[in-house]
């Protein structure tokens, strides 16, 4: 094989942050990765402290089906939505912390996000200059120890997130074909499709294109064999997650935009600032 020599010049003040010998535009990544997760988590804290207009019931022929991912699968909520046990909140909540729905359901999803392979290793950057980028001086020096120690040791927890995650994305799976049916006046459901049925309906998928493109995934559903030659549907669901994991970076940021825009348009419904169109009713 032909080998090339690449010459990089090493500074000896790499324990100094920032000092490089790069010339592109290193910051550009780490800058917006620190933007576009920053604006998600204060837009989904604002979210989550909301505790109402989760959910839209309305629309002309025919009542709507729509909950906002952020509060979905609804445990608690009030009379008339889709909620799991029969009251707004649980009893053992203490009475004088604010609760929401959101609060039981955003955990689950936000740990697979914060243990995922590719956010560690951008908000790494981004977050914590751990170090900024590839061949760029970090504010740790020499010491940085990696993640062979607590607290950063607990991120190998991801490998067992993987699993809740996933039940996470079939509840969304339902939610969608839920949203596509229709409550009449007089109780019957009737199938349709509207804007909103669509919108979730890409949430699910979006998300299930992330979660079972996981390198855990990867790894559980098949990559821990020594050999998958004579078990073909094993074999073909690792080719499949091996396809998406070729594009889990942007699996991961579309997902989270779009689960973000998800809620959103459930909430400018709820609240009369949009209107649902119905393309098939
Ligand atoms: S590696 Fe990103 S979700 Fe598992």
């Given at each position: 094989?032909?080998?090339?020599?690449?010459?990089?010049?090493?500074?000896?003040?790499?324990?100094?942050?920032?000092?490089?010998?790069?010339?592109?535009?290193?910051?550009?990544?780490?800058?917006?990765?620190?933007?576009?997760?920053?604006?998600?988590?204060?837009?989904?804290?604002?979210a989550?402290?909301q505790?109402e207009h989760y959910?839209f019931?309305g629309g002309?022929?025919?009542?709507?089906?729509y909950?906002s991912?952020?509060?979905?699968?609804?445990?608690?909520?009030?009379?008339?939505?889709?909620?799991?046990?029969?009251?707004?909140?649980?009893?053992?909540?203490?009475?004088?912390?604010?609760?929401?729905?959101?609060?039981?359901?955003?955990?689950?999803?936000?740990?697979?996000?914060?243990?995922?392979?590719?956010?560690?290793?951008?908000?790494?950057?981004?977050?914590?200059?751990?170090?900024?980028?590839?061949?760029?001086?970090?504010?740790?020096?020499?010491?940085?120890?990696?993640?062979?120690?607590?607290?950063?040791?607990?991120?190998?927890?991801?490998?067992?997130?993987?699993?809740?995650?996933?039940?996470?994305?079939?509840?969304?799976?339902?939610?969608?074909?839920?949203?596509?049916?229709?409550?009449?006046?007089?109780?019957?459901?009737?199938?349709?499709?509207?804007i909103g049925?669509?919108v979730?309906?890409?949430?699910?998928?979006?998300?299930?294109?992330?979660?079972?493109?996981?390198?855990?995934?990867?790894?559980?559903?098949?990559?821990?064999?020594?050999?998958?030659?004579?078990?073909?549907?094993?074999?073909?669901?690792?080719?499949?997650?091996?396809?998406?994991?070729?594009?889990?970076?942007?699996?991961?940021?579309?997902?989270?935009?779009?689960?973000?825009w998800?809620d959103i348009y459930v909430r400018l419904l709820s609240h009369g600032v949009i209107s649902d169109l119905?393309?098939?009713?």
């Open positions: 094989m032909t080998q090339v020599d690449v010459p990089l010049p090493q500074r000896h003040d790499v324990a100094r942050f920032g000092a490089t010998t790069r010339k592109d535009r290193w910051w550009l990544s780490p800058l917006l990765v620190l933007l576009g997760l920053s604006a998600f988590m204060i837009y989904t804290t604002w989550a402290f505790g959910f019931s002309g022929g025919g009542d709507a089906h909950l991912p952020f509060y979905s699968p609804l445990l608690f909520g009030q009379e008339g939505e889709p909620r799991w046990f029969g009251a707004p909140q649980p009893s053992w909540w203490p009475g004088w912390a604010p609760f929401s729905p959101a609060f039981l359901i955003l955990m689950g999803p936000g740990m697979m996000r914060f243990t995922c392979y590719y956010y560690r290793g951008a908000y790494y950057k981004s977050f914590w200059g751990a170090p900024p980028a590839c061949a760029v001086g970090g504010p740790h020096g020499g010491r940085y120890m990696g993640e062979n120690r607590f607290p950063m040791i607990m991120q190998n927890i991801h490998r067992y997130v993987f699993y809740p995650a996933a039940m996470f994305v079939l509840i969304l799976l339902y939610d969608s074909w839920r949203a596509m049916w229709f409550t009449m006046d007089d109780g019957s459901h009737h199938f349709g499709v509207g049925s669509i979730l309906l890409t949430n699910a998928v979006l998300l299930g294109g992330y979660t079972f493109g996981c390198h855990c995934a990867r790894h559980q559903i098949g990559g821990y064999l020594d050999c998958m030659s004579k078990r073909p549907v094993r074999k073909k669901c690792y080719d499949c997650t091996s396809a998406l994991n070729r594009h889990h970076m942007k699996w991961a940021w579309v997902s989270l935009v779009w689960v973000a998800s119905r393309i098939i009713f």
